[in-house]
């Protein structure tokens, strides 16, 4: 039992006879656990970071064409490369693939003067094609920077084969 005894000091004169004073700590030291218990329960640590995606409804999938002049596509490689390109596929030629970074806000400002140049500015939209060697991290700041520049219509899609090849040869 944990205590604390306090002896008077007798100053020379005569004092009656008192007791020592004899605290308890007990149940302080479990009080003093109780509340530590009852924070640690109580408080948050950390919040998670949660993004929204729009997915779309259950059933049959549907398809739709994209005018090329009212799209851009961007393609997520290995190590943060992003391409982009503006064209059909079968326009599609290894110097309509353009190399930017994340940096500066490229990204934003190419999502931007695409934006800028397309007929129907209301259905402009934005393909995300990540490649087998791109990291999750990539299309995480590629979702960013969709919300930094207010693009509601995205999707993400796979590579078709033409982008597989031209990938594949950007990033040899």
Known sequence: MAEVQI??????????????????????????????????????????NVMNVGLPAKG????????????????LGQEGRVFYYQADKKDLTDKSLKEISFDKA??????EAAKANAKDKNIFTVIVKPADDSQYKTVVDMLDELAITKSERYGIAEMNDREKELYQKRIE
């Open 7 to 48: 002896k008077e000091q007798s100053t020379g004169k005569k004092t009656q006879n008192k007791k020592p004073i004899r605290v308890d700590m007990t149940p302080m030291v479990d009080l003093g656990f109780l509340l530590i218990t009852f924070f640690m329960f109580t408080t948050n640590f950390s919040k998670p």
């Open 60 to 75: 049959p999938i549907n398809t739709t064409e994209v005018d090329v002049k009212n799209s851009i596509s961007f393609i």
């Open 106 to 111: 490229q990204v934003a400002k190419t999502i």
